[in-house]
């Protein structure tokens, strides 16, 4: 003989069960609802960094005469140092990806990130500059044209965030021994060596060392 | 015998069977690296064929196949002329100015105007590289080009034309005897002594024997031999006391004199040492890329590494043309990372190192010097490897400079700067980069051998001028 007791538990359990198997598939259904629209439609674009605009030097490689020229830029730029600095390199980047063009990058070329990491007394302020793989990958080859797109990125960092003194530069988050078969990202630049290397090259000022807009 | 007490025996046992095969293991290891070692040093020493000619006096590496020697046919005829090559599957096709040869792989018949030739191996195409044996040049090279060849096959010299250097070799009646060695063109010899013998080795000049027997009656200077071998020629001079050397200004003759005897109360003289000649290359240039990294694609045809070798060969050919002993880091189509070139140079002590790119950005030439990476400082009596350019920056510079004066001064356009671009920070001596760029927009123009003999011409004359300066560095 089944106790009343024992039958009211197996009931209870039984809508219990009956109810989570109805919750998990409302779930079920809504998750693949989300990853259907996700696949459907374009992932969001990040929205333009917000606030003012600034006036920032930006050093625009020039294929024709071989050199870097400072052209001053109205950008908007917000946040910390990090977001500044990946701001001003997404407005080099865009000279660069638009046509015609000064030094051409392939297209899809970006800055993934840029990392600030402080100074200390044994240490030096280094920027970590994270470039993405279509800007390496299809990068053209050669000893000038390489050194262009580097020495541009950080002449661009130095001359507008203070204390930058040296600069490692990264593809996809890893090192790479050169950025297309010549220059060497193996090292970290000397900020203050590639803003003489163009200067001494061209006979134009040392970046960070002039404020005047071009 | 009861168990327990062969126990301890079976362990001793054991421990022994484990030291044997550990030291068995040890000494298979020493002798895998013994053999390995020695197969480098082989590899690196190198078989060579020289060839002597008029538009430049060169070294080819020889490559066995099929125990036979061959060479790449291509980088033999490329410093003699316009030459091009196309590959189609097993067929090769060779143009040599108006000449058309068509070779198919594992095939010994060659087509050509005027008869088909049968080599005595089979052709061989490898990866679009035809490769010929050695043994067939003298059959073949008379018809490609036209003119005599005279190959010296066992010593692998092969002398196109009429470039052979030949000598005359004298002792004269002053006091003490001299030996007088006059050749028929200037000679850049490596010269060594050793007790009772002095080598003069000719690695680039197609000196051949001379005429007459070389026995002297000369009781200081009794005899000398000469002998060919891999591609050099080689004067050993059999003599009783150590032997002094000097060379005239025109470099066509060459002086052995005794060293004067001292008096016995005098102090020892020092060992005999290298004299004149034994000085390690005193330049040092890099094709850049090669092998399976082709460097930039100049075209659709063009690879970097190609063009590179080319004016590397060709700047070698300037430096040695001006006494400038000269070291190709590479001289055929190899894989080489960059700190192998920076170990190759660093180990051959130059003065200065030249590495030679190509590019199809931008017109003329640029002419780089390194610049150093931060935060690499040497530590104590360590250096650095990536700042191993330090202390030499200036003297990178200036030859720079120097080279940099020769192209302003024929109005070819140059630009003068530093670059992240290893190996030039590796390296312990003046070293520069140089990145050739066609004149025009045309990227073809980088194969014009009028260009490249400019430039080969330009870049050597550069580190002529800069020699003195140089030289006191070394």
């Known amino acids: ?214 | 015998m009861p168990w327990s007490s062969s126990l301890p025996r079976l362990t001793e046992i054991g421990a022994r069977t484990r030291s044997v095969l550990y030291l068995a293991s040890c000494a298979a290891l020493l002798w895998l690296g013994f053999v390995a070692g020695s197969r480098a040093a082989s590899d690196g020493l190198g078989e060579k064929l020289s060839i002597y000619s008029k538009a430049a006096n060169y070294s080819l590496p020889i490559e066995q196949r099929n125990g036979q020697d061959y060479v790449g046919l291509l980088e033999l005829l490329d410093p003699l002329g316009t030459v091009s090559a196309t590959a189609d599957h097993s067929h090769w096709r060779l143009h040599f100015y108006q000449e058309e040869l068509e070779f198919n792989d594992k095939k010994s018949k060659v087509k050509m105007h005027g008869g088909d030739l049968t080599l005595p191996a089979d052709f061989l195409l490898e990866n679009g590289r035809g490769l010929v044996p050695v043994s067939s040049l003298s059959m073949m090279l008379p018809r490609i080009l036209g003119g005599p060849v005279e190959f010296h096959q066992a010593a692998r010299r092969l002398f196109i034309g009429d470039v052979q250097v030949h000598f005359t070799a004298a002792v004269n009646s002053a006091t003490p005897p001299s030996l007088v060695m006059n050749f028929s063109s200037p000679v850049n010899p490596t010269i060594t002594t050793e007790p009772g013998k002095t080598r003069i080795v000719f690695a680039r000049e197609g000196v051949v024997a001379p005429a007459s027997p070389l026995t002297f009656s000369s009781t200081v200077i009794r005899s000398a031999s000469f002998t060919e071998n891999n591609g050099a020629a080689e004067l050993a001079v059999n003599t009783a006391s150590a032997l002094t050397t000097s060379v005239s200004a025109d470099r066509k003759t060459i002086i052995l004199t005794p060293v004067p005897q001292v008096a016995q109360v005098a102090p020892p003289p020092p060992p005999p040492a290298p004299v004149y000649g034994a000085r390690r290359y005193f330049a040092v240039v890099d094709a850049s890329h090669g092998g399976s990294e082709r460097g930039a694609a100049l075209n659709d045809d063009l690879a970097e590494k190609d063009i590179t070798l080319i004016y590397a060969r060709r700047i070698r050919q300037e430096l040695e043309a001006r006494g400038i002993s000269t070291l190709l880091v590479r001289d055929g189509d190899m894989t080489l990372t960059l700190d192998q070139r920076a170990n190759a140079a660093n180990l051959a002590h130059p003065a200065i190192y030249i590495a030679v790119h190509a590019a199809s950005q931008g017109i003329g030439v640029r002419v780089y010097t390194a610049l150093l990476p931060a935060g690499n400082a040497s530590v104590g009596p360590f250096v650095n490897w990536n700042v191993a350019q330090s202390g030499y920056e200036q003297m990178s510079r200036d030859a720079a400079s120097q080279i940099t004066a020769q192209f302003q001064a024929k109005q070819v356009p140059v630009k003068m700067m530093t670059a992240a671009l290893r190996p030039l920070n590796n390296i312990r001596a003046a070293a520069i980069a140089v990145e050739v760029a066609p004149q025009g927009d045309d990227v073809s123009g980088l194969t014009s051998v009028t260009y490249q003999q400019l430039v080969a011409y330009l870049v050597a004359a550069g580190v002529a001028a800069d020699r003195t300066k140089l030289e006191a560095s070394k």
């Open chain 1, 1 to 214: 003989m089944i106790s009343r007791q024992l039958v009211i538990t197996l009931i209870v359990l039984l809508i219990a069960a009956l109810a989570m198997g109805f919750y998990a598939g409302r779930m079920r259904a809504h998750i693949v609802s989300s990853a259907e629209q996700a696949q459907g439609t374009p992932a969001p674009v990040a929205p333009p960094a917000a606030g003012p605009t600034e006036t920032v030097t930006l050093y625009v490689a020039y294929d024709d005469s071989g050199s870097v020229h400072p052209r001053a830029a109205q950008i908007p730029l917000s946040g910390g140092r990090q977001q500044r600095a990946e701001g001003m390199l997404r407005a080099l980047l865009a000279i660069y990806l638009e046509r015609p063009s000064p030094h051409v990058l392939p297209p899809g070329s970006d800055v993934r990130g840029v990392y600030i990491v402080g100074a200390t007394a044994q240490t030096p302020t280094l920027a970590v500059v994270d470039l993405n793989e279509a800007l390496a990958d299809g990068h053209r080859s050669g000893v000038l044209i390489e050194e262009l797109t580097v020495a541009s990125i950080v002449q661009t960092l130095t001359a507008n965030l203070d204390g930058i003194q040296e600069v490692k530069i990264l593809v996809e988050g890893k090192e790479r021994d050169t950025l297309a078969g010549h220059a060497d990202l193996s090292n970290m630049f000397d900020a203050g060596a590639v803003s003489r290397m163009m200067a001494t090259a061209e006979g134009l000022p040392v970046a960070g060392s002039q404020s005047r807009d071009f």
